[in-house]
C-alpha cells in the first residue's frame, strides 16, 4: 500500500507503555511483511492475540490439476461454476502456479459463522456480483460491484453480503501485490500519469472493537490446507492501529483510461503488480484517433507469460461469443488475437463498452478439475475462417 493510514486510538509513541482506562495494558502486534523490511502496521488489542485454545480439524484444499503443460487456447464459462453457500467453499481454484491462484466463487450465504486468514497469499478480490461489507480486524470497506478489495496475507476477515446472488473473480497471489512503480515517484505518491490516485483507493473507516472472551473460530489457510482454530478471544479488539499494511478498495470504475492515436500495448490498462504477474483493468474508452487507426488490438504472440481475460460486461469488441463470466486463457509460446471479422467491426467505431480484468503470469498456469467442468476444449479452434 503507498500511503499511511491511522485509525482509532494508538499511543505518541511505538513500543511504549499504552493503557487501557481500567490501567491494565493494551497489547501491541506488529503486522509487517518481508521480515521487517515491507510494509507494516502496528495494533493495539484490548487482549492478547496470542491465545488458541484449540485446534480442531486440518484438511487439504489445494487445487486437483487436470492439466499441469497445455498450449492449447480454453475459454472457460464462469458462471457455471455452481452457487454454493459456504464463502469457503465456495471458491473454487481453475487456473493456479506457483506465484498464484485464480479462483472463482459464487456464496450465497449473506454472512459466515467464523473468520478466515489467509497466511499463504494476499488476496485481490473482485466483485462481480453482489454487494455488501468487508470486514476485518483493521476495520471495515463497503463493497459493490466493480470492485477490487486488496486484503494483505494473514489479515482476519470475514464478508458479509446483503444478497445471494454473488460472483467473485478472486486472484490469490503468494508475492506482495503492488501499486505499479512506474506510476508512483519515489517517495511513494501516485504520479500525474497514473490512471488512479490515492482519492480513488477507499481505506478501512470503521474500526470494530470486541472485547469479548469465549470460543471464535478462525479457518486459517497454510499451505493449502484449512486449520480450524479456536481463540479465546474476539479477532477484532483492535482499539487503533497505524501503517501502511491494511486492506483497501479500488473500483474499476475509477481506473481512468490511457488512451492514443494508434491502439495502446496491455501494460497501459495496468493495475497492480508483483514479480510474478500484473492485473490490467479494460474499461470503457475512446479508441484510437489516427485518421487510418485500426482499433481491434494486432495479433501478438505471448512468448513470456500466460493471458487470461476475464469478461465482465459490455461489448467485447475483439471477440466472437464471449459473455460476462467467461474466462479466456491464451499460453505461452503461441500467438492469439481478435477473432476473425472483429478487425473490419472496428474500423470507424469511435469507443468501446467493454469491462474486463486481465491477468499475465509469467510463469505457465495449470488448468484444475474445476475448471475443465466449465471448459470449451473447442476454443482454439475458433480463429479458423
Known sequence: MPFYHKLGEIPHKRHIIFRKPNGELYYEQLF????FDGMSTNMYHVHRPTQVK????????APKIAKEN???????RGFQVPQVQDYLESRKVVLTNSDCSIILAAPTNKTQDYFFKNTDA??????????????????????KYGDYLVIPRGMIYKIDFDTEDNRLFIVESRRPIYTPKRYRNWFGQLLEHAPFCERDIRQPNKLETYDEKGEFIINVKKKDDIFEMVYATHPFDVVGYDGYNY????????????TGRIHQPPPVHQTFETDAFVICSFVPRLYDYHPEAIPAPYNHSNIDSD????????DFMSRNDIAPGHISLHPAG????????????????????????????????????????????????????
Open 32 to 35: 509487517g511483511t518481508i521480515g
Open 54 to 61: 484449540e485446534i480442531r480439524k486440518q484438511y487439504s484444499i
Open 70 to 76: 497445455s498450449i492449447k487456447s480454453y475459454r472457460l
Open 122 to 143: 494476499d488476496e485481490v478480490i473482485f466483485i462481480h456480483r453482489g454487494t455488501g461489507t468487508l470486514r476485518t480486524m483493521l476495520g471495515n470497506l463497503d463493497f
Open 247 to 258: 486492506p483497501y478498495a479500488l473500483s474499476i470504475h475509477d481506473f481512468e483510461p490511457l
Open 307 to 314: 493471458e487470461v481475460l476475464y469478461y465482465v460486461d459490455g
Open 334 to 385: 503461441i500467438p492469439h488475437g481478435p477473432h476473425p471479422g472483429a478487425v473490419e467491426r472496428s474500423i470507424g467505431k469511435k469507443d468501446t463498452q467493454e469491462l474486463a480484468v486481465m491477468v499475465d503470469t509469467f510463469k505457465p498456469l495449470m488448468l484444475t478439475e474445476d475448471a475443465m467442468l466449465i471448459a470449451d476444449e473447442e476454443y482454439y479452434k475458433s480463429w479458423l475462417e
